[in-house]
């Protein structure tokens, strides 16, 4: 079966430190990589993505994304984080040959402490 | 980017009763929509995928009697939640997309509670 794993429930950070969340994917052929954030009792905001190109992907907010074809990997990161940054972030997978359809991982709660 | 409204964005209601979600996609025509549940501290799972002037697509395991689905227009899209039970309470979020999806478009959620 297809999926997306985050490996930590949460992950904890002071402002200003540089910040990674972690993603691994096992999706048939080259899927199509996103990252979307949530905020309490909201939908999901599309934060970047990956198709193809460069691996290091710029999105919103000052994050950024690097995909690692053979690690499975696309970690999302940012240089300087902010307390604003606390949500939850989601990545997220779509199969090549059927890009409507988002595999999700469990998500990862980000806590930047001031 | 486009918008996805989501409406209403919390209903309580009791067991029994059906309670109607609505998604609309209000600058651009989506054919296609989807429904995902969130249950506390756990992902999205996808419920159906939802195309205009057809039958909802139900993922495995989701009652199509209990959750309707209907996607009348190219902005419109319902999700009846029938005979609402307790365990039916949940956050449900709806996407919407225009086809060949580069990235989905979210509804800000609409968090039913079945008392």
């Known amino acids: 079966a297809q999926s997306v794993a985050q490996p930590e429930d949460q992950v904890n950070v002071a402002e200003g430190n540089p910040l990674t969340v972690k993603c691994t994917y096992s999706?048939?052929?080259?899927?199509?990589l996103f990252w979307y954030v949530q905020y309490p009792n909201r939908g999901l905001q599309f934060l970047l993505k990956?198709?193809?190109?460069?691996?290091l992907v710029k999105g919103s907010y000052g994050f950024e994304a690097e995909f690692n074809k053979s690690q499975s990997s696309f970690h999302l990161k940012e240089p300087s984080a902010l307390v604003s940054d606390s949500a939850l972030y989601f990545c997220?997978?779509?199969?090549?040959?059927?890009?409507?359809?988002?595999?999700f991982g469990t998500g990862t709660r980000l806590q930047v402490f001031p | 980017g486009a918008v996805v409204s989501q409406h209403p964005s919390w209903v309580i209601c009791k067991s029994g009763t059906s309670v109607k979600i609505e998604c609309r996609s209000l600058d651009f025509q989506a054919t296609t929509m989807f429904w995902y549940r969130q249950f506390p501290k756990q992902s999205l799972m996808l419920m159906a995928t939802s195309n205009e002037g057809s039958k909802a697509t139900y993922e495995q395991g989701v009652e199509k009697d209990k959750f309707l689905i209907n996607h009348a227009s190219l902005t419109l899209s319902t999700l009846t939640v029938t005979s609402a039970h307790p365990e039916d309470s949940s956050f449900y979020i709806c996407s919407a997309s225009q086809g060949q999806l580069i990235e989905a478009f979210f509804g800000q959620g609409t968090r039913l509670t079945v008392v």
């Open positions: 999706v048939s052929g080259n899927p199509y």
């Open positions: 997220a997978a779509a199969p090549s040959y059927n890009t409507d359809k988002l595999i």
């Open positions: 990956y198709i193809t190109g460069d691996n």
